[in-house]
Antibody, heavy 124, light 109 residues
Framework: QVQLQESGPGLVKPSETLSLTCTIS????????WNWIRQPPGKGLEWIGY???????DYNPSLKSRVTISLDNPENQFSLKLRSVTAADTAVYFC??????????????????WGRGTLVPVSS | EIVLTQSPGTLSLSPGERASLSCRAS???????LAWYQQKPGQAPRVLIY???RRATGIPDRFSGSASGTDFTLTISRLEPEDFAVYYC??????????FGGGTKVEFK
């Protein structure tokens, strides 16, 4: 059964770069869109961006200037870098797989697989 | 960017009751592009409904989704104790940004 697992430093200082990796176990990185989503404590979900297995990326416009998502195909991993962090970037960060099902000629998009999430506090 | 507004923020109900959760899109949204998730404390979200009306694999039939124009509804016909959680709607048409609603918490009355 395919599983996702986030990993990275447990604490990041303000103005530094937050770096996380998502490892895909018992499955292939080929096909699908691989996403990062975050959730500040006690708040809702925010989509950060995705990378397609071909390397195509798209990002949330609100974060685009600070975000890079990259792929490491041989290692079956993809990564997130968020630069110049502040306390407002404190959140649980999830990696997730976005898939689509074609029904009636239209693509139905949804996240079918999630990691457990990792809390990343931003603090000095 | 399509903004999704969920209401109410909190729904206080008892087991066995019916829950109706609303998600309104800021502009026309093809129903194919709307999904619903359930999130329990300390867990990742789990997909319940995609394409506005289609139950994901393994989801009980007490969960159903409907769509009318820019209004989408998740209905839980009879609440079970394990259904008390936060629910999010999400839209994606293939063109970013992908967005989530702010969530509705279903709590014990």
């Amino acid at each position: 059964q395919v599983q996702l697992q986030e990993s990275g430093p447990g604490l990041v200082k303000p103005s530094e770069t937050l770096s996380l990796t998502c490892t895909i176990s018992d499955g292939s990185i080929n096909s699908y869109y691989w996403n990062w989503i975050r959730q500040p404590p006690g708040k809702g979900l925010e989509w950060i961006g995705y990378i397609h297995y071909t390397g195509k990326t798209d990002y949330n416009p609100s974060l685009k200037s600070r975000v890079t998502i990259s792929l490491d195909n041989p290692e079956n991993q993809f990564s997130l870098k968020l630069r110049s962090v502040t306390a407002a970037d404190t959140a649980v960060y999830f990696c997730a797989r976005l898939k689509w099902s074609a029904i009636g000629g239209k693509k139905n998009w949804y996240f079918d697989l999630w990691g457990r999430g990792t809390l990343v506090p931003v603090s000095s | 960017e399509i903004v999704l507004t969920q209401s109410p923020g909190t729904l206080s109900l008892s087991p066995g009751e019916r829950a109706s959760l609303s998600c309104r899109a800021s502009q026309n949204l093809t129903s194919s592009y709307l999904a619903w998730y359930q999130q329990k404390p300390g867990q990742a979200p789990r997909v319940l409904i995609y394409g506005a009306t289609r139950r994901a694999t393994g989801i009980p039939d007490r969960f159903s989704g409907s769509a009318s124009g820019t209004d989408f509804t998740l209905t839980i016909s009879r609440l079970e104790p394990e259904d008390f959680a936060v629910y999010y709607c999400q839209q994606f048409s293939g063109s970013p940004p992908l967005t989530f609603g702010g969530g509705t918490k279903v709590e014990f009355k």
